[in-house]
């Protein structure tokens, strides 16, 4: 069964602290997605990797960097948390069959 | 640019009911696809349907299909004879123009089958 895992289900943060949200397929997939989620506004794209070391601004890339070192593994990294990131963090992977989706991580920056 | 348009919130029926979510959505690209995707409260998407533009029928998976008006631009999902586990966010997206195929999506529609 082709999964894509995000190793944190639920997140909490200070302020000002520097998040790390892994993302790891096993589909061989070259395209990685990075997407955050709120209500009434639906999924938003941030970054969007096409290969490795490979990286490529969405719509709302401002407070976020992307780093994708293996091509199985795409993190988001929040250089500073500050509280307007706190929301749910969905990531994908999209290969030949389509598109799959992690469970997501659920971040609260207090 | 692209744009998804779901204006539906929130939705409330009936187990073993059928539903409507709509969709309509704004493209210039003259071949195109439109996925429906489902949320549990667990966070994973779900995929469940997918219609190209240019297919001849509406696409049809089980108890899902989609209403697909191409002129009016809308691509409704009807689900038939509701169950107590479809309640979830029901989100439709379509792939950016260009490469890799980035998808965009609606503001979504969470749907709760009432017993």
């Known amino acids: 069964d082709v999964k894509v895992t995000q190793s944190s289900r639920y997140l909490v943060k200070r302020t000002g602290e520097k998040v790390f949200l892994e993302c790891v397929q096993d589909m061989d997939h070259e395209n990685m997605f990075w997407y955050r989620q709120d209500p009434g506004l639906g999924l938003r794209l941030i970054y969007f990797s096409y290969d490795v070391k490979m990286k490529e601004k969405g719509d709302i890339p401002e407070g976020y960097s992307v780093s994708r070192e293996k091509k199985e593994r795409f993190s988001l990294i929040l250089e500073s948390a500050s509280t307007n990131q706190t929301s749910m963090y969905l990531c994908?992977?999209?290969?030949?069959?389509?598109?799959?989706f992690g469970s997501g991580t659920r971040l609260t920056v207090v | 640019a692209q744009k998804i348009t779901q204006t539906q919130p929130g939705m409330f029926v009936q187990e073993k009911e059928a539903v409507t979510l709509d969709c309509t959505y704004d493209t210039s690209d003259p071949s195109y696809g439109l996925f429906w995707y489902k949320q549990p409260s667990s966070g994973e998407m779900i995929f469940l349907i997918y219609?190209?533009?240019?297919?001849?029928q509406n696409a049809t998976e089980g108890r899902y299909s989609l209403n697909f008006q191409k002129a009016r631009k809308s691509a409704n999902l009807v689900i038939s004879a509701s169950q107590l586990g479809d309640s979830a966010m029901y989100f439709c997206a379509m792939p950016r123009i260009g490469g890799a195929q980035k998808l965009v999506f609606g503001q979504g529609t969470r749907l709760t089958i009432n017993p």
């Open positions: 219609q190209g533009s240019y297919d001849q």
């Open positions: 994908a992977s999209r290969g030949v069959n389509g598109y799959t």
